[in-house]
């Protein structure tokens, strides 16, 4: 073997090793604490808006609405934690559903509740496209 093919045997496997050590380090970041003014470590420690935390940070949530939309469903699950009910719709869309105080469904997950709620809709190619709030789910 030359030391030509030697050499770029070499740097194929050291790039091979960078690349991989890129992904890794991208993969491992963790969810970031705020989203402009919403504090994003509170929202997600209160799941199911069962702590009364949420509903403090309506004001924050609705002043970052339009930033939020255009984000990939794995960025909004990311950024918001994991939703309380993940609804499936027509069309392969989909709502990610986040109740915003205690009710029913705090005792119960699987019973109904028509707790205060923010619904973020997600498109069939998965980008968020509209955010409402309501009484339960949409």
Same mark, same amino acid.
């Given at each position: 073997?030359?030391?030509?093919?030697?050499? /770029?045997?070499?740097?194929?496997?050291?790039? =091979?090793?960078?690349?991989?050590?890129?992904?890794?380090?991208?993969?491992? %970041?963790?969810? *970031?604490?705020?989203?402009?003014?919403?504090?994003?470590?509170?929202?997600?420690?209160?799941?199911?808006?069962?702590?009364?935390?949420?509903?403090? #940070?309506? *004001?924050?949530?609705?002043?970052?609405?339009?930033?939020?939309?255009?984000?990939?469903?794995?960025?909004?699950?990311? #950024? =918001?934690?994991? *939703?309380? &009910?993940?609804?499936?719709?027509?069309?392969?869309?989909?709502?990610? &559903?986040?109740? =915003?105080?205690?009710?029913?469904?705090? %005792?119960?997950?699987?019973?109904? /509740?028509?707790? /205060?709620?923010?619904?973020?809709?997600? /498109?069939?190619?998965?980008?968020?496209?509209?955010?409402?709030?309501?009484?339960?789910? *949409?």
């Amino acid at each position: 073997m030359n030391q030509h093919t030697s050499d /770029s045997r070499r740097l194929r496997q050291f790039g =091979l090793l960078g690349i991989a050590l890129i992904l890794c380090l991208g993969a491992c %970041e963790s969810a *970031p604490d705020t989203f402009g003014k919403l504090d994003l470590k509170k929202w997600r420690s209160d799941r199911g808006g069962c702590k009364g935390v949420r509903a403090s #940070l309506v *004001p924050a949530f609705r002043a970052e609405i339009q930033h939020l939309k255009g984000n990939s469903a794995n960025t909004i699950g990311e #950024l =918001l934690g994991r *939703p309380d &009910i993940n609804q499936i719709a027509d069309r392969n869309q989909k709502y990610y &559903i986040y109740f =915003l105080e205690k009710g029913p469904h705090c %005792e119960s997950p699987a019973e109904k /509740s028509n707790g /205060s709620s923010v619904a973020i809709r997600m /498109s069939a190619i998965g980008l968020a496209t509209e955010i409402t709030f309501q009484n339960g789910t *949409p």
